[in-house]
């Protein structure tokens, strides 16, 4: 499975689990801001019947305690008749159901009926002959729906208590506060004793039970933020959820402590009622969430289909195909066979880093989308496809023509990406290209991976070299990466085996009677016996790994050794140039160590050629000018080699001071020098000439071209016309400083 798809399944699980997490969570948090929601608006239901039930006990205990100012200012004795007709008259247009005066003896006389008991022991008639007013119940009240409430008050005669008034209060006069629209009808209300005693209105949830407290500990629990043990009245007003153990109902209880008689209001409302009456806001907190989750159910629904239909097949930055629908289409292309070839190529643009860096991500963006442009353009004129499969890196699949067909659209291509950014830019840019033909009888012509694989290959190896290249996969390319590997891998036994072995190519000096005064040192690897190596084979993985460091100071300590060779049997040494890498310009103590190997063998330092190329020497004047001058110091010399190869090579010369100059062997390649080389090799031999270099010909296979450039005063020559590269321990000594004779 493809890492974006993955990442979209596991994304879509997280974001689903969440939101299963975020609704069970916000529901209930719902619940939990509903519950509280619930209990703050129950006490605010009971707050004003708390407040009415408080001011009516204070209306009637005012007017008790008017009445008893009467009695006690009147004149009367306390408890007289003429007392008693007062209340008789006062009873009828009051809604008491009694009045009774009781004198400080305990004794009290009923003005309905002038029946006589003792209240002696009283709490309300002790407390009031204490000189307070007091609210009670009977103690031993026959009507425990609708008891009467009992108001007591001093009666004080000369600020002396003479007696106490009782009144009895029917306490359905307080119906009103306890018939309350509580929750919209839906709870109850009524009042308890400090005990628990339920002493005014009623309840049907507590059933036949007439204590609270009683109620609480056998049918109910509370909800975990409250036990019964904290549910001790008190002063303040508390509210919370209690479930019915039996019916498994859940009540909201709101308890509010009143003023008088150590009693408290008591609210009750059904849970389920209560949600229903704030449905609103439920259903309101629910559509939220259904809309949330509806959101997200829907981003989640278009984030899969772009997952696994449009963004998995269009490329976001060029609206092109992506690879995954490249390979797709590329199969269906295959099969129709309707082409004898189909050639697939991989194109970028070189450096396109530098492009970024230099102008903007944004121009960046731009260019790629101008290659989408100008291949789209191909790719419809030629039925063929084409995707981005990297930031800059395209593929396009065509019906293979033929190769001039396929140079043609390429050129096409460029011509047309110059038009869309211009043809200053164009000049600057390479598409390294690496191509793959698949032909309609290859057995794996439709392994597209298998494809994509090797036209990756191709471009991969397209991008090592320099230039406008276009590389075709062939087997060999992907052997000689094995090769490479395997390279890497042998190289420690070979040294350890004395594998690389010196060859001497010999050069002949024709300004001089050809007389082979000197050689170039050439490595050679020899392995399993009788395979061999030639060192462009071997010598860049050398050179990317390091090793040549090694190697070229092998060769060079061989090349020594040969010349000791020659001086302890008496030959006049000759003159080996020894080919060293770039990678020996790091080093400060290169000469040292030449000096330090050429002394090994007291083989003196004239004899020793170092050969740098022009690439290295022009990319590195200032270097190679200290090291020429060390080189010059300790009577080394040094050779360009492959010179006329670079662009500003004659120039090269004036800066620095070579002793040999090596005419790049890519001027020979043709039998006949051509007109214009020729111009350039005299003017090349000149300027050596004239700065006092000698000058070498490499590469000539041909006497024709040995006597033109004898004629141009080439210094010698080195080529298979006179000698092939030998093996050191082989050659015969005898040739050298001796004429050559074919
Ligand atoms: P180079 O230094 O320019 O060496 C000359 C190359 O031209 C040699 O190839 C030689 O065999 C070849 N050659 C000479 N005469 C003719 C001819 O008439 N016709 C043709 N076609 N070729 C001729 P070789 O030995 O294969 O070496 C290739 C390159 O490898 C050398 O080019 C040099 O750059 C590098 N090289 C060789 N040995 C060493 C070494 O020990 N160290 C380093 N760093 N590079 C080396
Ligand atoms: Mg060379
Ligand atoms: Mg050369």
Redesign the pocket.
Known sequence: MKKKTIFVISLTVILVTFLLAVFVQFNNQLKDQLNSHIKDHLEEIVKPNVVSFNMQIKEQIKRVNAISRVLGEDGYEIGSQEQIDFLKVVIDDNIYEDYIIALPDGVAISCTDNSIENVSDKTYFEKSLQGESYVTLPEHYENIIDPVIMLSAPITRNDMVVGVLICKYPSTELDSIFNTKLLYNLGEIYVVDKDGDKIIGHSEYTGDTTNLFEFLSQECSTDKSDSFDKWILNNETKTAMIVMNKTKKAIFLTYTKLDYGDWYMVAMVDEKEAYKSFDNIFNEQQKYIGMISGGVIVYLIILLALTFSDVRNVDRLTGGLTLRMFKYKAVKELKKNSSKAYVFVKIDIRNFKLINRIYSYDYGDQVIKNIAKSLEVTAKKENGIFCRVAIDEFIILLPFKSREYLDEERNHFIELFSVFMGEEFNKVITFPTGQFIVYKDDPERLDIDGIIEKVNFAHREAKKRSGDIIIDYVEDLENKEILAKSIEDRMNSAMENDEFKL?L?PKVDILNHNVVSGA????RWEYDGNSFM???DF?PILESNGY?VK??ML?FEKSVKFLRNMIDNNLKPIRIS????RIHLANKHFVEELCKIADKYAVPHEYLEV?L?ESVLSDNVMKIQELISELHRNKFTLAI??FGSGYSSLSLLKDIEVDVVKID?EFFVQSKIPNRSKIVIENIITMSNDLNALTVA????IGEQVEILRDLNCDMI????FFR?MNADKIDLEIFNKEYTK
Do not use: H, R
């Not at 080195?718 to 016309?721: F, L, N, R, V």
């Open positions: 060859y190519q170039e040192a050439l490595i030639y060192p462009n010598i040549i190697t070229d060769m020894v080919n060293f890498s050969e190329t080699d492959d062997k490499e590469g000539i296979e080195q080529g298979y016309y590269p």
